[in-house]
């Protein structure tokens, strides 16, 4: 049984196992910070100290955290051996890692914990003396571990496995922890080194550096007790790592310490971190003049070139040029693309970014939702985790037309179900559904508690036009829902597709509307504004069928009447059904007239479709990264696929 496992099984909980995308998972039925009772809010990883999730109180943390909140904590065993607990004083704790020290230095069953600091991390046997690295064995791993000194005490220990399993173990009531190696502060109010973590400082205390600190839970956690500690520190260097998280962690730390003292290693392109650069010299530390030169190295790299904190709102062109060339995803083409090598083509960028609002609108009938559809199954075969948010229809009718493209068919059956089942039960793939009522609130929260949950990468929305609730303040409502999906595609750093209505174009002859314009795009200009890119879908006619023409005359028609009526398929379901009666405005002449023109025309997936060429003009007419253009698919609406035609 794993620690996890061993801890909620003792307190009584009712659980269950299961296993997430990223590894096995324990789900607590009743959360024990807001007590919700529903089995699938409350995720915690089943790891030795896993992180947790309530997806309703939106509570996080390690198990650690966790254990702390029940006063459950079991801190360290007494001794080296694995049968008796007991939880010790910060004094008690300085004799243990004294102890824990020893071992590591001088038992040979911890050499391989040694090596891997010496010879991989390139942490200098000198530094790990300084700062009485130790060893033990616990839960049948060992661990290295990371006391935090104060004085002649140990207020807290970071552990960890080579393995990269961690726990911390606090000593006193300060929970946080102290800063690691914060004794150093005391001597001088000169400047002074910030890092990440335990082995950034070691990296540098190696290298021979003496004012270097680290903060004690990662980029993203501040302790208060730390800044007046600090108070006093003329000029503050942030080692933090060069990701967006870093980054992040060290503007925030510098809000707190003032920006006007606190100056950003610039980490990413060379090294993320102190440990990492340290890690490319092949060093003896017994050889003063090499370890000055590494020194000097550093210095050149990251202590000059560092720069103030930027001011939130305000960035200088060095910052983002770094930021690009530390980030060569944004130099490469995007994994997030279309499954149509012309699409990405006319894109330039080779698919879609985080934070782009991609809306694609077409006149009814010509494939708007299944030209999403084939995007949405492209990228969730890459194992690109993606949301479908549907709202026309429930998901089982999307989820048939998904297989139909998946399997090639046109009809689904049991063998085809079985088949889909196989290739697609597996795959990052979920769907959003109207459940009770729905108003852009709503929706916006719905995909972020997908996004927390399911790491989303890709989101769908189909239609914006179901969340106006007022016709008469539909330009306003659409507006707004405009620039609420744009801000929660930046937000998430995801691309989000929004699939628009047109207004009802007039016609340029029987049968015939004309080619679609993205300003006929129906509520409010503000989708054209905040949209990065604007899809219009666009298909002739090619069949004059009187009973389809009457179908869709009839649809059109009645749905002024019924707002419940969402399309063509529907108003054929209340024909089989019997149900023609229930909607207004249809006499016993109408109902005969629909179901006639039905027998006439057959049962269809989708009835409009056979109506229209399967040449269908994709036009790009808004990029807001490049020219956009034109490029043409093959459709085919019983498949419920677009085919490349372009050889572009």
Same mark, same amino acid.
């Given at each position: 049984?794993?620690?996890?496992?061993?801890?909620?099984?003792? =307190?009584?909980?009712?659980?269950?196992?299961?296993?997430?995308?990223?590894?096995?998972?324990?789900?607590?039925? +009743?959360?024990?910070? /807001?007590?919700?009772?529903?089995?699938?809010?409350?995720?915690?990883?089943?790891?030795?100290?896993? *992180?947790?999730?309530?997806?309703? /109180?939106?509570?996080?943390?390690?198990?650690?955290?966790?254990?702390?909140?029940?006063?459950? +904590?079991?801190?360290?065993?007494?001794?080296?051996?694995?049968?008796?607990? &007991?939880?010790?004083?910060?004094?008690?704790?300085?004799?243990?890692?004294?102890?824990?020290?020893?071992?590591?230095?001088?038992?040979?069953?911890?050499?391989?914990?040694?090596?891997?600091?010496?010879?991989?991390?390139?942490?200098?046997? $000198?530094?790990?003396?300084?700062?009485? @690295?130790?060893?033990?064995?616990?839960?049948?791993?060992?661990?290295?571990?990371?006391?935090?000194?104060?004085?002649?005490?140990?207020?807290?220990?970071?552990?960890?496995?080579?393995?990269?399993? %961690?726990?911390?173990?606090?000593?006193?009531?300060?929970?946080?922890?102290?800063?690691?190696?914060?004794?150093?502060?005391?001597?001088?109010?000169?400047?002074?080194? @910030?890092?990440?973590?335990?082995?950034?400082?070691?990296?540098?205390?190696?290298?021979?550096?003496?004012?270097?600190?680290?903060?004690?839970?990662?980029?993203?956690?501040?302790?208060?007790?730390?800044?007046?500690?600090?108070?006093? +520190?003329?000029?503050?260097?942030?080692?933090?790592?060069?990701?967006?998280?870093?980054?992040?962690?060290?503007?925030?730390?510098? #809000?707190?310490?003032?920006?006007?003292?606190?100056? !950003?290693?610039?980490?990413?392109?060379?090294?993320?971190?102190?440990?990492?650069?340290?890690?490319?010299?092949?060093?003896?530390?017994?050889?003063?003049?090499? @370890?000055?030169?590494?020194?000097?190295?550093?210095?050149?790299?990251?202590?000059?070139?560092?720069?103030?904190?930027?001011?939130?709102?305000?960035?200088?062109?060095?910052?983002?040029?770094?930021?690009?060339?530390?980030?060569?995803?944004?130099? &490469?083409?995007?994994?997030?693309?279309?499954?149509?090598?012309?699409?990405?083509?006319?894109?330039? !960028?080779?698919?879609?970014?985080?934070?782009?609002?991609?809306?694609?609108?077409?006149?009814?009938?010509?494939?708007?939702?299944?030209?999403?559809?084939?995007?949405?199954?492209?990228?969730?075969?890459?194992?690109?985790?993606?949301?479908?948010? &549907?709202?026309?229809? *429930?998901?089982?009718?999307?989820?048939?037309?998904?297989?139909?493209?998946?399997?090639?068919?046109?009809?689904?059956?049991?063998?085809?179900?079985?088949? $889909?089942?196989?290739?697609?039960?597996?795959?990052?793939?979920?769907?959003?559904?109207?459940?009770?009522?729905?108003?852009?609130?709503?929706?916006?929260?719905?995909?972020?508690?997908?996004?927390?949950?399911?790491?989303?990468?890709?989101?769908?929305?189909?239609?914006?036009?179901?969340?106006?609730?007022?016709?008469?303040?539909?330009?306003?409502?659409?507006?707004?829902?405009?620039?609420? %999906?744009?801000?929660?595609?930046?937000?998430?750093?995801?691309?989000?597709?929004?699939?628009?209505?047109?207004?009802?174009?007039?016609?340029?002859?029987?049968?015939?509307?004309?080619?679609?314009?993205?300003?006929?795009?129906?509520?409010?200009?503000?989708?054209?504004?905040?949209?990065?890119?604007? %899809?219009?879908?666009?298909?002739?006619?090619?069949?004059?069928?009187?009973?389809?023409?009457?179908?869709?005359?009839?649809?059109?028609?009645?749905?002024?009447?019924?707002?419940?009526?969402?399309?063509?398929?529907?108003? =054929?379901?209340?024909?089989?059904?019997?149900?023609?009666?229930?909607?207004?405005?249809?006499?016993?002449?109408?109902?005969?007239?629909?179901?006639?023109?039905?027998?006439?025309?057959?049962?269809?997936?989708?009835?409009?479709?056979?109506?229209?060429?399967? &040449?269908? #003009?994709?036009?790009?007419?808004?990029?807001?990264?490049?020219?956009?253009?034109?490029?043409?698919?093959?459709?085919?609406? $019983?498949? $419920?696929? %677009?085919?490349?035609?372009?050889?572009?």
């Amino acid at each position: 049984m794993t620690r996890a496992e061993e801890f909620v099984a003792r =307190m009584g909980w009712e659980y269950k196992r299961v296993e997430g995308h990223n590894g096995p998972q324990i789900l607590i039925k +009743i959360c024990p910070y /807001c007590h919700d009772s529903k089995y699938t809010h409350f995720y915690l990883a089943d790891t030795y100290n896993g *992180p947790f999730v309530c997806h309703k /109180c939106q509570i996080a943390g390690s198990l650690d955290d966790l254990m702390e909140h029940v006063k459950d +904590i079991r801190p360290v065993r007494a001794s080296m051996s694995e049968d008796k607990r &007991e939880s010790m004083s910060a004094r008690e704790a300085a004799l243990f890692y004294v102890k824990a020290h020893t071992e590591l230095m001088t038992n040979q069953s911890y050499s391989d914990l040694l090596s891997w600091l010496v010879i991989e991390r390139k942490i200098s046997l $000198a530094a790990i003396k300084q700062m009485r @690295i130790g060893a033990r064995e616990n839960y049948g791993k060992k661990w290295i571990c990371f006391p935090y000194w104060v004085g002649d005490e140990v207020h807290c220990s970071k552990e960890r496995t080579i393995s990269k399993d %961690f726990v911390y173990l606090y000593y006193t009531d300060n929970k946080g922890g102290p800063l690691y190696n914060q004794d150093v502060l005391s001597d001088s109010p000169g400047s002074v080194v @910030i890092t990440e973590g335990e082995m950034d400082t070691l990296s540098l205390l190696s290298l021979g550096f003496k004012r270097v600190v680290s903060v004690s839970n990662g980029s993203n956690y501040i302790n208060s007790n730390w800044l007046p500690i600090l108070k006093d +520190i003329k000029k503050i260097y942030l080692g933090y790592d060069g990701d967006d998280k870093g980054r992040m962690g060290a503007t925030n730390f510098a #809000k707190q310490l003032g920006l006007d003292r606190c100056y !950003r290693l610039p980490f990413g392109v060379k090294a993320k971190d102190a440990n990492e650069f340290i890690s490319q010299y092949d060093i003896d530390y017994r050889d003063s003049d090499a @370890i000055a030169r590494v020194r000097r190295d550093f210095v050149e790299q990251f202590i000059k070139p560092a720069k103030p904190i930027d001011i939130e709102g305000v960035i200088e062109i060095s910052s983002v040029l770094h930021e690009l060339a530390s980030n060569t995803d944004l130099l &490469e083409q995007s994994d997030i693309d279309t499954p149509w090598s012309s699409i990405n083509h006319l894109i330039e !960028r080779g698919g879609f970014s985080g934070g782009d609002l991609i809306v694609t609108t077409a006149n009814p009938g010509i494939g708007k939702t299944n030209w999403a559809l084939n995007i949405f199954h492209h990228l969730t075969k890459k194992e690109i985790p993606a949301l479908f948010y &549907e709202l026309e229809f *429930p998901p089982r009718r999307l989820v048939k037309r998904l297989v139909c493209l998946d399997q090639k068919t046109s009809q689904v059956t049991v063998e085809s179900l079985m088949k $889909a089942h196989s290739d697609l039960g597996n795959l990052p793939m979920y769907f959003g559904y109207r459940a009770g009522s729905l108003d852009l609130k709503k929706a916006m929260e719905t995909i972020r508690a997908a996004f927390n949950r399911y790491t989303l990468q890709f989101v769908v929305f189909d239609h914006v036009h179901f969340l106006v609730r007022s016709i008469r303040y539909e330009t306003q409502e659409i507006s707004l829902a405009a620039k609420s %999906f744009k801000d929660l595609a930046v937000e998430l750093d995801i691309p989000i597709l929004l699939i628009a209505h047109l207004s009802k174009l007039p016609r340029e002859g029987r049968n015939i509307r004309r080619e679609p314009d993205a300003e006929d795009l129906r509520g409010s200009k503000m989708l054209w504004a905040d949209a990065d890119l604007v %899809f219009l879908l666009h298909r002739e006619k090619s069949i004059q069928s009187d009973a389809r023409n009457l179908l869709e005359s009839k649809f059109h028609t009645l749905k002024r009447k019924n707002p419940g009526l969402i399309s063509a398929d529907d108003l =054929m379901e209340f024909a089989n059904d019997g149900r023609l009666g229930s909607l207004k405005g249809v006499g016993d002449k109408t109902q005969e007239e629909i179901i006639a023109a039905i027998e006439r025309v057959g049962i269809a997936d989708d009835i409009v479709d056979d109506v229209y060429s399967p &040449e269908t #003009k994709v036009i790009l007419q808004k990029n807001r990264f490049g020219p956009g253009g034109v490029r043409s698919l093959l459709y085919d609406g $019983a498949r $419920a696929s %677009f085919v490349q035609m372009d050889k572009r």
